[in-house]
């Protein structure tokens, strides 16, 4: 049974997309079967990975309207994971998918029967909380928050955290926070380093120990649809998401209302 991760903050230029086609190959490259799901209508994912989306006959928008099987949407990538593919007009599902019986579900229906077929399901959200983020973290067991070091990181995690309350308590009673990842960090900028102290005051035990640099090949790799670990192996940035990988295979979601708290107080 797969696990299912939702890589998101509603916070946009996090890093958020990087995450989510890096961390997919790394576990591919550790021999993990995963699947990447991109709900954002911008189709970020589905390009960095090689996609040529508005080529595909069918995306993940049919899919969550019931209009194709979801197998009908999903290409192997040459990083190693599967894609479900994303496609502009997926930006209409809010108001499409307003009159459908489970609205909220339609993802963790699609995802229950992909669920044998994968180790891992990373689902890369919007920036944004609607209707889509909402089907994400109804689905998913686990909560994937990337951070950038910068003025602002702990307050947007505030939203975030009672966005995930709300989606606990109404939609999704299994939803854990897993971890937050600290992306872009540099370590000349004595901000990043400033907020990287303060998250990890106010979340030791809930921050990823690997830290994701500011890195040229990192930023390079998505103009050339490939993830880090093809385009450059040995970068920093490579090495930082194959870390990543590895303390997500060895680390269990725990959430606690400590985690809400401390977000709240930030």
Do not use: W
């Not at 593919?85 to 909220?104: K, Y």
């Not at 870390?243 to 400590?258: I, P, Q, S």
């Amino acid at each position: 049974m797969a696990r299912i991760i939702a890589i998101t903050n509603q916070k946009g230029g996090v890093g958020k997309t990087t995450t989510a086609i890096n961390l997919c190959a790394a576990l591919a490259c550790a021999g993990r079967r995963a699947l990447l799901a991109d709900m954002d209508p911008q189709g970020n994912a589905t390009v960095g990975s090689g996609v040529a989306m508005r080529e595909m006959p069918r995306s993940i928008y049919e899919v969550l309207l019931g209009e194709a099987q979801p197998g009908d949407a999903i290409v192997t990538t040459d990083g190693g994971y599967d894609l479900l593919v994303s496609h502009p007009n997926l930006a209409g599902a809010q108001v499409e998918m307003a009159g459908l019986n489970r609205r909220d579900y339609r993802f963790a229906d699609v995802a229950a029967d992909l669920a044998e077929r994968y180790d891992l399901i990373v689902i890369d959200c919007p920036p944004a909380l609607n209707v889509l983020t909402v089907n994400a973290l109804a689905a998913a067991g686990e909560v994937l928050i990337p951070v950038q070091c910068e003025y602002y990181a702990l307050e947007g995690l505030t939203s975030l955290m009672q966005t995930i309350a709300l989606v606990r308590r109404g939609l999704n009673p299994a939803l854990r926070v897993l971890g937050l990842v600290r992306t872009m960090f540099d370590a000349r900028n004595s901000l990043s380093s400033e907020v990287a102290g303060q998250l990890q005051a106010h979340f030791p035990r809930e921050l990823f120990r690997t830290v994701i640099p500011r890195n040229v090949r990192l930023a390079e790799a998505p103009s050339y649809g490939k993830p880090v670990l093809q385009y450059d192996r040995h970068c920093a940035g490579a090495q930082a998401y194959l870390a990543l990988a590895g303390e997500v295979l060895r680390r269990r979601a725990d959430f606690t209302e400590r985690v809400a708290d401390a977000a709240a107080g930030a």
